[in-house]
């Protein structure tokens, strides 16, 4: 049996408002097919355009099969690599960020520009054409600071996204951001159980206490709830008359969706205290309390903007039973550690929230591998989210499959 149709039959064994079969959260022929599907075909998130402001400033990540390099270009442009030298394959730029000249593979001193033309290869002879050699480009698009990379031969239309995402984020200013904070945590958990633990906060009351003093759960954004909530409506048209975008809007297949929901009484921020964490505005609405506005993009993007910071959390897949989950905490650029703002307030509530989400999927995985594992239902008012996160998946992975 192919992996295709392993993975297809397995897909569609899946119940209705069920969890997946236990084979989708770890089978390395699952995971082969989860890569060249999903991971090889679909635009993934690969951070931020102030990481890389100035000419030679790059960022690295690993897509799946494919190592990959962002660099910013001596003309200002913002161009993927693949990151593997046209020589014999080593990595050309081997740490996670950096600022060069010219990439130079460490392996036999190739030496290409910032735009991937192959300037330099010693001892290849005069028969050798340079211009034939030059680094392979890789898909990149920007919205409002935020790369995306895509490494198949053909891309998805990024437009829809593009247009739809913009409105939302562009009030805060990410433009004029930086990156605070960086944690990287590798999960021994499916890519899949990382997303899932994310979609929902049924857990949260009993496994999130720091996140509980400003986090609430809306039932209405969910979907549950009577979406003609009065309070939540009053919260909208608040934010909405100040020209923050808040009622939920998301693709057509489910990929990416964006609202606003109000945080827990009196709290303006994801804080042990719910205060502000840094001093600075993000935004120019004027409101002083504008909750928190969620995005999400399957299968490697949730984000949270709040007043005084936001949050990118960017998902990338190790293996069949292992995740790198980074998350960044993004503040205005003229913010001054100390000063500004305290580092240990800003990061308390989501390194603990993240390292508990940790023991969780880590925990699930080990459940779900064992062969006693039958998927269980999920609750019509708590697991809608997560619910749908598996309906998308299914649902693409079918089409895939079956194209």
């Given amino acids: 049996m192919t992996h295709q149709i392993q993975t297809l039959e397995l897909v569609q064994q899946r119940k209705p408002r069920h969890a997946l079969p236990r084979e989708l959260y770890g089978d390395p ?17 690969a951070g931020h355009t102030f990481e890389l402001e100035k000419p030679g400033q790059y960022l690295t990540l690993q897509i799946g099969d494919y190592p990959i390099v962002v660099v910013r270009g001596a003309d200002g442009e913002l161009r993927a690599f693949h990151n593997a030298c046209r020589h014999r ?5 081997q740490e996670a960020s950096g600022k060069a000249a010219k990439l130079v593979c460490p392996y036999h001193k190739w030496t290409f520009d910032l735009d991937g033309k192959l300037l330099f290869a010693g001892n290849m002879g005069s028969d050798f054409n340079t211009r034939d050699y030059g680094l392979k480009p890789a ?10 990379v895509c490494v198949a031969e053909t891309a998805p239309d990024f437009e829809p996204f593009r247009q739809a995402v913009t409105p939302f984020i562009a009030p805060h200013g990410l433009d004029n951001c930086k990156v605070a904070f960086e944690s990287n945590l590798i999960e021994k958990g499916n890519w899949k159980l990382v997303f899932e633990n994310n979609r929902e906060c049924f857990h949260c009351d009993g496994a999130h206490p720091e996140l509980m003093n400003s986090f609430v759960e809306n039932l209405s954004v969910a979907g549950v709830a009577d979406s003609e909530d009065p309070e939540l409506e009053a919260f909208w048209d608040r934010c909405e008359a100040a020209g923050l975008p808040s009622r939920m809007a998301m693709g057509e297949t489910g990929q990416y ?3 606003r929901i109000p945080l827990s009484s009196k709290a ?8 502000p964490a840094v001093s600075r505005r ?10 928190a506005l969620l995005y999400f993009h ?4 949730w984000n949270h903007f709040l007043g005084d910071h936001a949050l990118s959390f960017r998902v990338l897949p190790l293996g069949p039973t292992e995740t790198l989950v980074t998350t960044k905490w993004l503040v205005p650029k003229d913010a001054q550690e100390g000063i500004d703002y305290d580092l240990d307030h800003l990061t308390r509530v989501w390194l603990a929230t993240n390292d508990q989400d940790r023991k969780l999927v880590e925990a699930t995985q080990a459940g779900v591998t064992s062969p006693a594992y039958e998927p269980g239902p999920y609750s019509d008012l708590a697991e809608n989210g997560v619910c749908q996160f598996d309906d998308w998946y299914c649902e693409t992975m079918r089409q895939k499959l079956t194209d």
Avoid: A
């Fill in 29 to 45: 022929s699952v995971y082969r097919e989860d890569l060249e599907q999903l991971w090889h075909k679909e635009w993934i998130f």
């Fill in 89 to 93: 394959g080593s990595k050309v730029c």
């Fill in 139 to 148: 898909h990149c698009e920007v919205v409002e600071s935020y790369i995306f």
């Fill in 257 to 259: 969706r964006m609202t």
């Fill in 268 to 275: 303006v921020s994801y804080t042990m205290d719910g205060k």
């Fill in 282 to 291: 993000l935004d120019q609405s004027g409101v002083e309390n504008i909750g």
């Fill in 298 to 301: 399957y299968p490697n993007t």
